[in-house]
């Protein structure tokens, strides 16, 4: 088996077939019943499309996602971990991920995992609100909403306003259905891309069919301030 980078702690694994796994940070534990797989001494866990958005739109062909070894990430809308373990693999041991997630009952597993996975800091709490967050969230290099809401692109802009690095980047894994279900997916991503160009800069939008049915994942950048505007936090 060979291993083809596709970023920072994650491959393409050739062999049989062609599999997107990342490297694991706590070797010998799995979260979700993923396959396995030692190379060269050195544990990688598989990455499924089906299950993850962030692995379907790599799958899909994205590159150049600006999400590196040691950055901060804010997650919303956590669940009960499954991708959030693998952006935990990417930050790794001096990396730092804040899930946030609104349910009590997915938190509580995300809380096990994060006993586990000492870069994770969960959070029970709503997107909606990020001025409730617990204290002490800091700037962020990386920002990754996955929340199934009508009011999805709102929630997205507030929280890279409170905690988004400037000149830092963010994905949004858009629900169409969830927005506007009378519209068209197309049509709907074309409508929440427009609304982001007025205030982000618009990178990419990948259409995650057929791992994820009537879902988009927009990539945006935070536009630098102007000079004389410095981000004291970042």
Known sequence: MELQRAMDNVFWLQGKGRQLVSLNLVRGQTV???????????????????????????????????????????????????????????????????????????GANLILLAEKRRNIFPIIGDARKPEDYPKGIPKCDFLYQDVAQRDQVEIFLKNIEMFLKNGGSAALAIKTRSVDVSKPSRKVVEDTVRALRARLDVKTSIDLYPYQKDHALIIVRKNVQPTGKSDKNK
């Open 32 to 106: 979700y019943g993923e396959r396995t797989f030692n190379v060269s001494g050195k544990e990688y866990r598989e990455w499924i499309p089906s299950r993850s958005k962030l692995a379907a739109a790599l799958y899909k062909g994205l590159k150049d996602l600006d999400l590196k070894t040691g950055y901060k990430v804010l997650y919303l809308g956590a669940s009960s971990g499954t991708t959030v373990s693998h952006v935990s693999d990417i930050a790794g041991e001096n990396g730092q991920v804040y899930a946030v997630e609104v349910s009590e009952e997915m």
